[in-house]
């Protein structure tokens, strides 16, 4: 089955990976959750079994799937080396979604800013340069309860025809599943607006998790490489009523291959606010929007005419080559 075009960005957005306005303050600090001991200043008394965190987690972020109104705002962080080193990256993903109820049709917006930052390399020897270059891009769009109404990165106005289940595969940049196994301690604390979820991964029962997952997509590593786990952290907050309000994520690891080791470290935040209340803007005019089949079109023609041009150049350089050839 053909992808959605809207996918296909999104997805290639979030893979390279944003300062944007629409972020608030997180509900639960990522923070709280990049040590190797999150547990100091919480008391045992607090401790609780792993089987009742993930049942919690787990009918909590089911709920917010299943939510017909609700704003999302989700903060997504890659940083692999340091900028001494020749294999720095680091990408920043924020998306803010809004999921609303207008009739029998469900419609929402979404928002979705990135940046990455990367050494640059020497394209004939592959060496680091050592310097750092900056990339950004952002997707946004308008669902109708049929289409998407998005405006791409380069400002193109493009309305694609899906269903719900769609456009909730477009816009779930929030998703988390929590691993009970993994689980080597966890803890709740109780306060005025309901309970935050202290969870700890054992790193070498989450290292398996993650390589069994990575083979399960065909992202297997080669020979020589491994991921090794530090630590890996989990805080979720839920209300009085178990609405699940924000969580916090945190990786710390290293990329280990035959040359050695680079730093990797994963966060993500994401926070669920105006559950019943949330507000979608919709697109005015519609008729400014190119069809997916229309902009696949334009884009086609695009990269031929680019190819077009590539080719003559060199044809001409190779002429400008041989006249001067002739002429020694």
């Known amino acids: 089955m053909k992808r959605k075009i809207a996918i296909v960005l999104v997805g290639i957005m979030c893979i390279s990976a944003s300062g944007c306005s629409?972020?608030?303050?997180?509900?639960?600090?990522?923070?709280?959750?990049?040590?190797?001991?999150?547990?100091?200043?919480?008391?045992?008394?607090?401790?609780?079994?792993?089987?009742?965190?993930?049942?919690?987690?787990?009918?909590?972020?089911?709920?917010?799937?299943?939510?017909?109104?609700?704003?999302?705002?989700?903060?997504?962080?890659?940083v692999m080396g340091d900028k001494e080193g020749k294999d720095y990256q680091s990408s920043i993903s924020r998306s803010e979604i809004k999921k609303a109820k207008d009739g029998d049709n469900q419609i929402g917006n979404v928002d979705i800013k990135n940046s990455l930052e990367y050494?640059?390399?020497?394209?004939?020897?592959?060496e680091s340069t050592g310097k750092v270059q900056k990339e950004e891009n952002n997707i946004s769009?308008?669902?109708?309860?049929?289409?998407?109404?998005?405006?791409?990165?380069?400002?193109?106005?493009?309305?694609?025809?899906?269903?719900?289940?769609?456009?909730?595969?477009v816009v779930n940049t929030y998703g988390l599943s929590l691993f009970e196994d993994c689980i080597s301690k966890a803890a709740a604390v109780e306060d005025k607006d309901g309970k935050t979820y202290y969870i700890s991964y054992d790193p070498s029962k989450f290292e398996t998790t993650m390589n069994t997952n990575m083979e399960a997509s065909g992202q297997t590593m080669a020979d020589g490489e491994?991921?090794?786990?530090?630590?890996?952290?989990?805080?979720?907050?839920?209300?009085?009523e178990g609405n699940l309000m924000g969580y916090a994520f945190a990786i710390d690891a290293e990329y280990v291959n035959d040359q050695g080791s680079t730093p990797y470290n994963y966060s993500i935040t994401a926070d669920f606010s105006d559950l019943g209340s949330t507000k979608?803007?919709?697109?005015?005019?519609?008729d400014d929007y190119m069809t997916a089949e229309e902009y696949t079109q334009k884009m086609q023609n695009e990269a031929n005419s680019g190819s077009e041009s590539e080719s003559a150049e060199e044809s001409s350089e190779a002429e400008t080559a041989a006249e001067e050839e002739s002429g020694n």
Not at 49 to 64: D, I, P, R
Not at 119 to 126: I, K, L, P
Not at 226 to 240: E, F, R, S
């Open 22 to 78: 629409f972020m608030k303050k997180s509900t639960v600090d990522v923070n709280t959750v990049s040590a190797e001991d999150i547990f100091t200043e919480i008391s045992d008394d607090s401790a609780v079994e792993a089987s009742e965190v993930a049942e919690t987690f787990t009918n909590a972020m089911s709920a917010v799937d299943s939510a017909e109104n609700i704003t999302i705002n989700v903060d997504n962080r890659i």
């Open 119 to 126: 050494t640059e390399s020497d394209e004939t020897t592959g």
């Open 141 to 169: 769009g308008y669902y109708s309860g049929d289409a998407l109404y998005f405006i791409t990165n380069e400002g193109e106005k493009v309305v694609e025809e899906m269903t719900y289940d769609d456009f909730l595969s």
């Open 226 to 240: 491994a991921m090794k786990v530090n630590y890996a952290n989990i805080a979720a907050k839920v209300d009085g």
């Open 280 to 286: 979608v803007k919709a697109v005015k005019n519609t």
